[in-house]
């Protein structure tokens, strides 16, 4: 057998508000998970992005603690346009989330941003650029 990649994990410091700002992005978790140790929400291709409470990861790992300094780890979503990375950044940001890196068209032939999520991991809004061959 050989392992397949499934899920993303990721450790939340505040369940309620990390299923709230994943939610704004469109991730399906269900009704009461922010009332949850453990929400799952499933993505395209049934790969599954799970958030595990710190409560619950100390219940198996007592020594855990939340790492500390800059994110080392990304979500990346792919927007429809360009004008979509516009519009998601600012809903986000208007709604009171860190805007981690205003849109800018990159290099490398992208519409691109950069949000934190509460607990400070990123997470990259992303289009092809017209005309950029992608």
């Known amino acids: 057998m050989t392992p397949r990649f499934d899920a ?5 410091s505040d369940m309620a508000a990390s299923v709230t700002f994943y939610r704004r992005l469109g991730f399906a978790f269900p009704e009461g998970a922010e009332e949850q140790p453990h929400a799952e929400a499933e993505l ?6 799970m958030l595990d409470s710190e ?5 198996f790992m007592p ?15 792919l927007c429809e346009s360009p004008s979509e990375v516009d519009s998601v950044y600012e809903e986000m940001v208007g709604a009171g989330y860190h805007g981690e890196l205003k849109p800018w068209d990159a290099d490398w032939g992208q519409r691109y941003a950069s949000l934190l999520d509460p607990d400070g991991n990123g997470v990259d809004l992303f289009a092809p650029l017209p005309g950029a061959g992608q």
């Open 55 to 59: 409560e619950i990861v100390r219940s």
């Open 44 to 49: 395209p291709g049934g790969l599954r992005l």
């Open 8 to 12: 993303i994990g990721m450790v939340a």
């Open 63 to 77: 020594q855990w603690q939340p790492p500390t300094g800059g994110g080392r780890t990304a979500l990346a979503l």
